[in-house]
């Protein structure tokens, strides 16, 4: 379903920090409507003023809970906070995204706090690029923190939680052993540590079991060259929590400044920036071909489709008639 809107008017209105008015634009983004990129050009240069927070780990770690409770000493600090929460689950189930909204329904009503849930069937173009552009949105928006929840299970949402300036995994005891989320690849997008539930058994052992992996991994890996005098290696902290009850929460975000600041002084945060760039131009580009794909399908011939030929001679027809340039008509959109 297309939607039309005027772009400039609602960049506006997203730039003045009216919560309707980005309500509305993540819905544009994510229903690809008519003039979404356009918004999203318009407001680019207003984004890059948040930090964006990423935390993610295994089904009920507390990622939800931890995200409240942060949320909640960020407002302490008078700093806006916008919400990414990606919903995992199927249509068929809502659980997390009825859970999630529980959780953080309470927040849900403080003017400094924006909340919105992303479902991975809502997008058309891909829930990592959405979501992204969802936090952009928040950004221009003027939030100071955008903390993205993404369950940690698939490539899909670890992709969105390393598009974050920085990336905590979170784990608890008893079903968090190390080995577990080492083979889940968590160890390799975290940037921090949280052990939450640590009110239950094992969080020491949990504790000493990611130092030693985490050390095996260091020792294996080149300290980066230069640097003009800040810290080259960043030491991966690792902080336990009891996020129903706000305990630890203050050292995980005074951990999370620490490596933003860490990120600066070393000159990776502009790398890191300039990156997430580049791969925005490829996604744009992407969306950009995958729309065109569903167009020349839409508009296939039955003769084309019914010729009886394999799948592959069709598709290399449908896609060669479309790069035939057509005499009377604009080409693209
Ligand atoms: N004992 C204990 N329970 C906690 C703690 N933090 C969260 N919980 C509980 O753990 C359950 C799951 O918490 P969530 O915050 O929904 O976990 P989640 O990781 O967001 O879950 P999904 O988004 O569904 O993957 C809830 O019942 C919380 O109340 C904690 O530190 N200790
Ligand atoms: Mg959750």
């Avoid at 809502?122 to 993205?148: F, P």
């Avoid at 933003?260 to 890191?272: I, S």
């Amino acid at each position: 379903m297309r939607v039309t809107f005027d772009p400039g008017g609602l960049a506006d209105r997203i730039a003045g920090g009216e919560p309707l008015a980005l309500a509305r634009g993540i819905s544009h983004v994510e229903n690809e409507s008519d003039g979404f990129e356009a918004l999203l050009e318009r407001l680019d240069g207003r984004a890059g003023r948040a930090r964006r927070i990423g935390i993610t780990g295994p089904p009920g770690a507390g990622k939800s809970t931890l995200t409240a409770a942060l949320t909640r000493h960020y407002l302490d600090q008078s700093l806006k906070v916008g919400i990414v929460a990606v919903d995992p689950t199927s249509p068929f189930t809502g659980g997390a995204l009825l859970g999630d909204r529980i959780r953080m329904g309470e927040l849900s009503t403080e003017p400094g706090v924006f909340i919105r849930s992303m479902a991975s069937r809502g997008s058309l173009g891909g829930l990592a690029t959405a979501t992204r552009e969802a936090a952009d949105l928040m950004d221009a928006a003027g939030y100071d923190r955008v903390i993205l929840e993404t369950l940690g299970v698939g490539q899909a949402e670890l992709d969105i939680a390393v598009s974050a300036d920085t990336t905590a995994v979170v784990l608890v005891p008893e079903s968090g052993d190390g080995v577990q989320a080492m083979k889940a690849g968590l160890m390799e997008v975290a940037d921090l540590f949280v052990i939450n539930k640590s009110d239950r058994p094992g969080a020491d052992r949990l504790e000493k079991e990611i130092a030693i992996i985490m050390s095996i991994r260091f020792a294996n890996r080149e300290p980066a060259g230069g640097g003009g005098g800040a810290e080259e290696v960043w030491r991966m902290p690792i902080t336990q929590t009891v996020a129903s009850e706000s305990r630890g929460v203050d050292e995980f975000a005074a951990h999370l400044d620490r490596h933003f600041d860490w990120l600066t002084a070393t000159g990776r945060l502009e790398a890191r920036r300039r990156a997430a760039r580049l791969r925005r131009a490829h996604d744009a580009l992407v969306r950009r071909c995958h729309r065109d794909a569903r167009r020349i399908w839409r508009d296939a011939s039955p003769e084309t489709l019914d010729s009886g030929a394999s799948p592959y001679a069709i598709a290399r027809r449908l896609y060669e008639a479309s790069r035939r340039p057509r005499t009377g008509t604009l080409r693209g959109t």
